[in-house]
């Protein structure tokens, strides 16, 4: 063991890079991964019910992802003097190992997904087995599990950085830099693939709301750090970052839960960026109340622009705060308006949900009009409400840790739906066809509600490049969309009418 500390960074993810599509698009292959990841997943994932699910062809297949960068790694790594690596792709025992060989580490941190448990015990046993004395930090929502302290030096539940420099004996109070973590988007059909150059921001930490289901307010201890950096600090380095690489568009992904909080934080950031060139296209997530508020008038006409807002509508048989007193549809409208891209989150599994009142709400969900529509089945996290709820009543079903948290998966008892996969997955799949049959395919979406943005910038030329691509795409998949999906003359004119 090393006598100075030195912190090797690595991630334990399952089901990261194509996780959802995997599991809607290509449930045979689904199959496959479950029972090779987890050896007592075969009992659950029962054959029959997997080959009910139509697989997509390649023909209307088009994939999204991103590499897998250690995000909170590189965030970490960013915010210690401690010299420290970070291994980005999800690690393995066999690549942990390689890197260990290579170094003198005295500690070895995983941030940590429930859904990779098993291997994270594997990971934890290589790194005891090669050397004891290296001390093994974990954290991340996977830590959150009662049983990761038995694998576990020390359990980090909360924020990391001031946590690791305690640790490391460095000034726990000393400001957080802001890190610019490089990605890519690859966009992959057939044998052709895009690659976009992105980058990710992490502005603040906590969230200021409590959703009953969400393990972010237990794993902050409920406390939210507000904005970490000023407007300028994070214009300048990301005109920085943008000069470095040599590019005049850059998309900029603000991993916060709520990235639109403070208008003014925003007002006053978007108006550094009108002496700028080029684009700078922010994918936020924002809470659907505040949205009808802000004043879109003041982020239009500079080189940045917000490119897509996520936001959780979470279900429509139950209120929550965000979304409370909100008229959705005008909001939605009114976004897509100024030729922002919007994309709902939507969950499927609540205690009132049936099979019939699931499709009722999905019908009223499409009929918002978001450009996109996301949507899982419900998960219990440990320390969220509804795990604490469910474990009163005697409903979590007695599963190893990672199983709750696996998607299509039903890990509770549930008055409608059965345990496992035998009904969540297959209606999720349908959910995800009957949305591609009534919107279309999304990329023509995306066309159309950037076309309203040429009316908001002074830079179009980017803007008509995205949009040009976007319609070929949309124009390109349109009869093997029509072939695969079998749409109803009304569903078949909606497509038409937005390629005109
Ligand atoms: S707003 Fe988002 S991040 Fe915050 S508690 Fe709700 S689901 Fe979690």
Redesign the pocket.
Known sequence: MTTQNKVLLAQCYALGKEGSDQVIRRPSEYREYLIETYPEMKKWAKKEVFEQIEEWSEEVDIRLYADEVNLVGRLLADNIQTPSTVIDPPVNPDMLIFELEKDSYSHVGFSLTSNDFPNFIKCTEAVKNFDPSIKIIAGGYGAMFEHTKRHADYVCVGRGVPFLRNLLNENVTRPFNLSIIPDHIHMKYKNTETVLEVCRIVTKLG?P???DF?P??PMFQGKYTGELFSPQQVHDALVQYRDRLGIDKLQVYFVD??TIFSFDWWYEFFSLFKEDYGDFGFIVYA?AYLLPRLDLDKLTKSAARIYAVNF?IESLGTSYI?TKNTDLKSMIKRLKDYGIITNTNYIIGYDFDTHESVWKDINKLIALEADINSVFNLHAHPKTSIWERLATQNRLLDLPPEFYYIPGFQAFTHPHFKPGFENILPLLCDINNHIQRETGNPAINLSKTLENALNYTDHPKIIKREIKSFRSIGKMIYPKWKQYFEPSERQDLNYLKKLQ
Request: some cysteine; overall charge positive; proline content about 17%.
């Open positions: 969230c709301l409590h959703c969400c972010t307010p839960p709520t809470l959780g965000k």
